[in-house]
C-alpha cells in the first residue's frame, strides 16, 4: 500500500506518538477490507507504539478506529482507506491521539474542551477533494481534545449506498447527531462557532479593541498575502482580514503554471502563503467578512471597514483583494437544487456520481478539464457551451474528443435545471441556432462559467466597472485616494494567481509610497 519513501516519512512522523495507540478494524472479505488490513499492518509495523486488532463493533466495513490504549474515550474513526488528500488526516489523527500536541492556538483548544454537550459528528469526504481534509482534521481534532465528542470520517466514494440513502450529493458533508450539520469548506473556528453561541460576540469584542492600521489588507488569497508580505517588510503595523484566507485556491486542484514550481496543489500552496505570512508581523484575523468600506473624511484620515460581527476595523490605507468566486447560471432551479446534484467542483464531488449521467456547463479550460476527469469517473458526460464552438486550449480539446462517453453540445443556453423536489433529474436547454427547447435527463450538473468578483459590498464607494470589477490605475489606487485594490477583484486583465501576487506585491509598495509622501501634519495627524 504504501512505497519506500511514504514509509520512511510515517516513520519519522510516528516517532512523535506519546501514547501507545491501538488500531481497532472493523473488515468482511471484501478487496477493500483486504487493503485496510494490509495498510494499518504496515502502519503497526513502523512504531512499537502502534498496534492493530480485529473487532466487530462498527457495521461499516471496511472501518477502524483509532483509540488511545490508556484512555479509550480518546479516538477518532475512519470508514473507508484514508489515502489521496485524507492521508494527512490519517497521520495527524495518529499522532493526536497518541499525545502528539496540536499545533493550535491554546485559547481554541480551551474553547473546544469547554463545550458542553455530546456532539456525534459523521463527516462524508472524497478522496479527490482539497476541501475535506480541513473538516476531518479538525472534527477529528475535537474529538481527542473533548470526549463528549465523537468523529467517523467516510469516504462517501466507497459507501455508494449510505451516501444516496442520505441523499448526500456533495462533499464535505457533515451530520450532527444524525441531523445535517452544513456542506461544504469548514474551519475548526467555523465549527466553534456555530456549536459555542457566544464566539462571534467575543471574536468581535478583540476585533473592535485593536488600534489603527497603516495597511489593512481586505482579503487573504494571493494577492492579499503578497499585499501583506510587501507592506510588513516596511516595518509598518499591517493586518489582514480575510473571509477566507486563501480564497479560491484553496479549491483549485492542480497548479502548473506558477513559475518556477512545476507542479502544486490550492491547499499545499495556501498552506505555505499562511506560513510566509506568519514570518511577519502580520495581524491575521481569519473568517472575517466585511461589509461596508467608509472612506477617510480627509486625504490621511484612517477609513474604516465593517464587518460583518459588528466590529469595524481602521486604518491609513486599505488594500482590497477580496477575489471572486464562481459565476451561476442563474437559471431556475439551480439555487434549489445547489448541492442536490448542481455542483462546482469537480475534483470534490465527482466520485458521489460513479456511474451516472452528469452535464458541465461552460466549455472554456475549465469547463473542459472538468468534463475531461468526470470521464474518467461517470457513465456520461454532456458538456454544454453557450459560444458556437469550445473556447478551451487545442490541447484540451483534443483530449475531449478523444473521450467516448463525451458528447458536446454548442449554441446551446441552459434555461433551467430540472429536479424531483429531492434532486436534479435533467436540465432544460435551447438549441440557439435553430431556437428548438430540449431536455437532458441527468443526475448532476457541473457549473464551470467563469467568476464574478467579491465588491457587491463596494457599490457607491469605489468605482466599478460594468462587471464589478473594481477599477485601478496603473499603481493599483482605486478611485478613492489611499485605497488600493489587487487581484481578481480588479479590472486587471488575466485572472491567474502570479498575477494577482504581482498586483498585490505593487498595492502594498503603492500604499506605502502614498503614506509617506503625506504632508508632515497631515501623517502627524493620522
Known sequence: MLDANLKQ???SYLANIREPIELLASLDDGPKSAELATLLDEIAALSDMVSVARTDDDVRRPSFLIRRASDHDVAVRFAGIPLGHEFTSL????????????KVAPEVLEQVAALDGDYHFETYFSLSCQNCPDIVQALNLMSVINPR??????????????VEQRKVMAVPTIFLNGENFGQGRMELEQILAELDTGAEAKAAEKIAAKDGFDVLVVGGGPAGAAAAI??????????????RFGGQVLDTMAIENFISVQHTEGPKLVAQLESHVKDYDVDVMNLQRAEKLVPAKAEGGLH??????????????????TGARWRQMGVPGE????NKGVAYCP?????LYKGKRVAVIGGGNSGVEAAIDLAGLVAHVTLIEYDSQLRADAVLQRKLASLPNVKVITSALTTEVLGDGEKVTGLSYKDRGKDVDHQIELEGIFVQIGLVPNTEWLAGTVALSQRGEIE????GETSQPGIFAAGDCTTVPYKQIVIAMGEGSKAALSAFDYMIRLPAEVAEAA
Not at 232 to 239: L, P
Open 91 to 102: 497521520v495527524l489523527a495518529l499522532l493526536q491521539v497518541g499525545g502528539h500536541p496540536p
Open 304 to 321: 474604516e471597514v465593517q464587518l460583518a460581527n459588528g466590529a469595524s476595523l481602521k486604518a491609513r490605507t486599505v488594500i482590497l483583494s
Open 347 to 351: 475534483h470534490c464531488d465527482g466520485p
Open 335 to 338: 439555487e434549489e437544487y445547489r
Open 472 to 475: 485601478v490605475d496603473h499603481r
Open 9 to 11: 516519512q510515517l516513520s
Open 149 to 162: 465528542i465523537t468523529h467517523t470520517a467516510i469516504d462517501g466514494g466507497l459507501f455508494q449506498a449510505e
Open 230 to 243: 510587501y507592506a510588513a517588510r516596511k516595518g509598518i503595523r499591517t493586518g489582514i482580514a480575510a473571509e
